[in-house]
């Protein structure tokens, strides 16, 4: 029997990112600057960049082409808009034509949000904070991950110093995705990045705003995650699933950025927040719980998605009528897994964060006010359960 | 500013070297290989007369320049593309993937698969040079290293292997 593709009434779909990965990706850039017009980037990136010798391998990628490169790489813990000055006065008076993010996080947003201030005017940055108020594309932006970057930073979103910005214009031109950036990173950072990468390829592949193309980002995603997650937090040097799981953040990122977050992404960014917990493992502590939720409410598309967390055999071996339980079970089992590969350590990490009951309570009352769901007792179920494990 | 640095991009002048030696055996080799071998031969007649083509690293070189003259013979035409009509000029993007060509890492139909080259003129002349990179390839390279280099190892009868590579080999060293 043929499987059904879901093929909505009506949709949308922009992903303007050129995704360029593998063995020496690094050495296209130069290559890839040219055909955006653009001759003279500054790279900017973490204050630890330089320490780490990211910074040096991508100077190394620019060696023979004849390109001078600005190099930043002072970017703090939580910038703020002193940066962005400083940032824009070096990109305005040395001539500076494209950005180049060297990481992900704090590093990637000060990057769109610069990129914001020199395609216009920095007044420009309080102007545009909020959805959709970029009006023209911006300059060149090129984007190189790290591990520890889930895939946020190919998104259409950004947030710095307190403001919160979306726009299609936000998302990179380009995202360079080579092994040598791909450095080991600790178990928790490693599952923090996937399971937030997963929860948003999960919630794309499964919410109301599902079509054929955020299916085929998010699909790829979902599966690289679930082939490679727990074998790289148990063995960091596993060179190829550190490779193959920073591509998979990248397309969740993608397909994140067509969809509206889901109730898991919301729920995860409000605890990690309030309990200063990785909001990536939040995210992924409450995915099967939120998932069983919206089952027991009819919802979207949940047994579409034993294919890519389960395979083709769970897939055909599986009851239609079981196959959402079978997916929430494989993503119980993947956390197990993820745990037990780490040391126990992700397991560890959620049940010390002890979230006090009134600590539940604001969780769910700023999470409804986040738009994760319009029901508070819903939003303290899933609370209950996950930090329950039940 | 205590943070920020511009860096000149400076050279990889080993590898620059390196592919330079191995594009100008490579172009003389080519024109050896179209005078003993038949394949390579019927490629260049398909060719119309007067036409170049140029395998170049980007941005600035190596360059290897092949032509074929006025009386259908292939000629290597060295490795400066200064004044002479180029009419396909396959440009891999920067000397790392001239290096994984070069090297033998990967073949030149898998580096094209990969992105690593760009092709400025008929595609169909593009794969005709790429069909007989393959066959020079074979001819220089011991079998263990030009499996490596090519997208098929042929299985040549012995005459044509063997008598064929070391006539390749002569007129290559002799430019002939």
């Not at chain 1, 990136?45 to 391998?57: N, P, Q, R």
């Not at chain 1, 350590?345 to 994760?372: N, P, R, Y």
């Amino acid at each position: 029997m043929r499987l059904q593709m879901y093929f909505p009434e009506r949709y949308e779909f922009f992903c303007p990112v050129k995704i360029n990965s593998g063995n020496r990706a690094l050495e296209q850039i130069p290559f890839e600057l040219d055909a955006l017009n653009a001759r003279k980037p500054l790279a900017i990136a973490g204050k630890d960049a330089g320490e780490t010798g990211l910074i040096d391998v991508i100077l190394g990628a620019f060696r023979d082409s004849g390109i001078a490169v600005g190099v930043f790489d002072g970017v703090p813990v939580a910038p703020d808009l002193k940066l962005i000055r400083e940032l824009f006065n070096i990109y305005r008076d040395r001539g500076y034509d494209a950005i180049i993010a060297v990481g992900s996080g704090d590093v990637a947003d000060t990057a769109k949000v610069l990129n914001i201030a020199v395609s216009g005017k920095p007044e420009d940055i309080e102007g545009c904070a909020g959805e959709d108020l970029i009006r023209n594309p911006l300059k060149p932006l090129i984007i190189v991950p790290t591990l520890s970057g889930t895939g946020y930073e190919m998104s259409r979103y950004a947030s710095f110093d307190g403001r919160d910005y979306a726009s299609h214009f936000l998302m990179p031109n380009l995202a360079v995705i080579d092994l040598r950036m791909t450095v080991p990173e600790d178990a928790v950072t490693t599952a923090a990045a996937s399971l937030a990468a997963l929860t948003h390829a999960v919630e794309a592949y499964t919410g109301s705003g599902k079509n054929p193309a955020v299916d085929a980002y998010a699909y790829a995603s979902i599966q690289l995650i679930m082939e490679h997650v727990a074998h790289v937090i148990g063995d960091q040097h596993d060179g190829g699933g550190r490779l193959s799981l920073a591509n998979a953040h990248a397309m969740a990122g993608c397909a994140f950025s067509n969809v509206a977050p889901g109730t898991a992404h919301k729920l995860g960014q409000v605890i990690g927040d309030l309990c200063h917990l990785p909001p990536g493992l939040c995210m992924g502590m409450l995915l099967p719980h939120v998932l069983k939720r919206e089952m027991s409410e009819g919802g979207y598309h949940i047994s579409d998605l034993l294919l890519p967390l389960g395979g083709f055999d769970a897939y055909a071996s599986t009851a239609a009528d079981l196959r959402a339980r079978k997916a929430i079970d494989i993503l119980y089992d993947l956390l197990r897994d993820m745990s037990a590969a780490s040391g126990g350590a992700i397991f560890h990490l959620w049940k010390d964060a002890q979230v006090s009951e009134a600590t539940l309570q604001k969780i769910a009352q700023k999470a409804v006010g986040a738009g994760a769901s319009s029901d508070i007792e819903g939003c303290m179920k899933i609370l209950r359960d996950a930090r329950e494990g039940r | 500013m205590n943070n920020f640095r511009e860096v000149a991009a400076g050279g990889k002048s080993l590898k620059r070297d390196y592919v330079a030696v191995m594009m100008w055996f490579m172009g003389r080799a080519i024109q050896a290989a179209a005078a003993v071998d038949e394949a390579v031969n019927k490629e260049f007649a398909g060719m119309p007369d007067g036409f170049t083509f140029a395998l170049s690293v980007m941005p600035n070189g190596p360059h290897m320049i092949v032509g074929k003259d006025q009386r259908g013979f292939a000629r290597y035409r060295g490795w400066d593309p200064e004044g002479k009509k180029i009419d396909l000029d396959m440009k891999i993007k920067n000397i790392e993937a001239a290096m994984l060509i070069f090297t033998f890492q990967e073949s030149t139909a898998l580096a094209t698969a990969r992105e690593r080259l760009i092709v400025d003129g008929e595609v169909a002349h593009a794969c005709a040079i790429v069909r007989i990179l393959d066959i020079v390839e074979v001819y220089l390279l011991p079998k263990i290293i030009a499996k490596l280099a090519v997208k098929r190892y042929p299985g040549w009868p012995f005459r044509r292997k063997y008598i064929g590579r070391a006539l390749i080999y002569v007129r290559t060293i002799f430019g002939l």
